[in-house]
């Protein structure tokens, strides 16, 4: 039954059986408040729009006649010799009745007499309905006129706990809590325990219903009829229909336990959905998501308003614990073994899908061990093959380093704080015939749009290095010759240093940074970022070729020292801020007023120090690109960062050497910010280290002990074979790209858990795409897209005038850099022959980081 006039003829007999029920004064009445104030607005989905204020004024009327109509009825049927409980029940699943036959015939699912429908759950249902029936009648009239108000409260207050579970889980309520409570009430004779169970049974009866395929109106009229008859039951009646609807709901213990794991998950989490429209509410479907943790199966359980259903390896059903939590949530086993059994598993887990399930899977075929989104296995495409169940796409964000995790080797038991924000976003439903690699991709781009979440929600650069300082304050930070630098003194100094900067310049300025490798070099770079300005890395040039640096790249300032300069024969301008003198006259007062700043706060810290505003897009670096000076926004290394850091193990205590120049982006990001959001210590010293970066040419000056070692390639340098034999298994290569704010690509360690075995690199490859990062193969090179994309280029016209900026870069970006995927989706480099045609050239600081002609 649909449209309109249907709609509002069912919503009127509603409210009249429901004023009815009320208007007699029972006990138990006081539950027909859910139908007589529920708004259905079923009918607005097929009432045209210009129609709806004059159909909302009809609907008014006829709710309004109902309702006298109900409260006129009711002094009539009031004089029928039968106790009014009786009569009120009887009305009041009348209207429970008119409302669930609207609502499922408003969903276009037409009630119909089968077999079926009265054996199994539908069976066992009708027989609870009638034993609910039968002991509120039987308790009902055996009250005192006194007790009837209290109880009608307690009901209503009691019955909206059961309708708020269901509408968060998805599933119906539990009857278990509310058929104990009228159990013990009926017992003890207690009317307002049993009221309490009462109202919370009739809402969960209602919800269970609302999802079997079985004739409401048959149930309620046969279920009303059955009630009457506790007009003239026994006394014990009310107790023994209270015990038998209390063992009928032990049933429903897998319900109960799921509940439980359910509500713990909430308590841990703090959830965020997003696309939820994009899975339907019944009916068959495929969830595919990314695989974080040990516990993702039941986290999606908690994420979703349905029932999922996952497909787990037979493997795990061998513990007798695990195999009891599967089964808990009715998990379908896939078989491991022959090449048979696994075809016929996925031929039974087949057909339980086409019976309507919402079933879930996760396609990378184990837990991500090394951070990356592993390649997705093709063994969905048996399950959907031929079909037209929809394939749901699915990513799961703020899991990495939370409890059973993986990270550096090893299982995460670390217990992390309480309401912890993780999201999924449900992508747009892919047809049956989908392929792996398209999966892939479609889950990439939702891992992107996490990735752009995070980076909203997060501090700008400025202050996430202040809090990874406040939170490693005693460690160190840089080993320079013997000389060692907390990372307390580093952010006290360089808060010092960037009010000094901004005391002496009057606006945003492009900073050049020129200091041999050391802790003033480090100071300068931090201090640039918090004082707001934009800085870039000065080589060794000298005389004639830093002036045309300088002048090319519109650096309006310079840092630098006295001793250095003169060494290279630069002159001293105005516009030249000698850092050593500047430190050295820092007091002991500033140096206690900034520490104290920034235990109070690093925000607090911050605003000391920089005059103009800043925001996640605004500059922080110019680094060289084949295409000209590529500018560096805060979000994008911020967010480089956060992406390199789920693969690569720089925490603190780890041992970072950076040999490559922080020009280049992946100096800058690895070598420099990374480890300093992080902790970890950096080193100039030729010492052994945790993670060495180098250049390929520099390959030969790797220390033999350094753990792992990770090569800066790109199109034009890349390690020779002889080389990376000569590394082994330390040799690490990344694919440096400026536009992609440090690394296009990112090898990580191999990880070896209980003898499986996941690694992040593979030979001929430079490794994974990092998290947050899309790319798409075009035919003169990529298209990426991602929070950590370069912001804008500088243009270079040295000879018409003043360097000029261009456009900002909204959303794709193309690079012609020759990239793709590999089948199981690597970077590698386009395999051609024909040469590099850029005209721009890489404006390193020196000629012989370039490959020899």
Known sequence: MQGVRQQIILE?????????????????????LYSLFSRRTVWRNYTPRGAQAQTAAAREVALFVALALGVLIAKAVGQIPFDRIVVSVFFLILSFGALLFGERSAMAIVPSFAASEWQGPAGRNLFGWALLALGLVAEGRQLPEAMILPCLIVSIGSSYLPTLIAGRKGEPGLLIPGTSL????????????LAVGAGWMVPTAVQITLNLKASFATRALLASIV?????????????VAAGLLFLLSLEMWPLSLRLLVMTFLRTFYRFRIYGKRNYSSDGAALLLSNHITLVDGFLLGAFTQRMVRFLVYDAFYKNPVTSFLLSLFRTIPISQGARRDVVESLKKARAVIEEGHFAGIFPEGGISRSGHLHPFQKGFTRIVAGTEIPVIPAYMNGLWGTLLSFSEQKVNFCIPRFFRAVEIEYGAPLPAKVSAAELWRTVKSLEVNAAFRDSERAAILPLAFLEAAGRNEGKTALISNGQILSYGELASTALLFARYLNRRLRRKKRIGVYLPNGPEKMIAHVAIALAGHVGMEIGELRGADFDSFVSTHGLGSIISSQSWMEQHGVAKTENTFWIGRAIKHFGHRDRARTWIYRML?????????CTFPMRKESAVAIVASRRGPAVLSQRGIWSAAQGARRVLWFKPGVIVHNRVSLQRSAGLL?????????????????????????DPQQAREVHP?????????????STPEEVVASLAHRYLPVFELPEASGVLALSSPEVDFAGEKQSGIKEGTQGYLPFGLEMIETEKGIRLRGPARVLRYLDQEPNDGPTKTQTRIEDWIEVEVPAVFTDQFFVTRKSTSEPSTSSTPLLHQTISSLPDE
């Open 670 to 694: 690895l070598g420099f910010w990374m480890p300093l959001l992080n902790g970890a210590t950096l080193t100039i010293d030729d010492r052994a280290a945790d993670f060495e970066i180098i």
């Open 227 to 239: 009630g009457a008859t506790g007009f003239w039951a026994p006394p014990i009646a009310g107790p």
């Open 12 to 32: 009127f007999f509603e409210k009249l059986f429901a004023a009815i029920a009320l208007s007699l004064g029972s006990a138990i009445s006081g539950v027909a």
């Open 705 to 717: 002990h350094s753990k792992h070692v990770l090569v800066a390639e790109d199109e034009l340098r």
């Open 182 to 193: 009228f159990f013990l009430g009926s017992l003890l004779g207690q009317p307002l325990l």
């Open 601 to 609: 706060a690093p925000r607090l810290a911050w605003r000391q120090v």
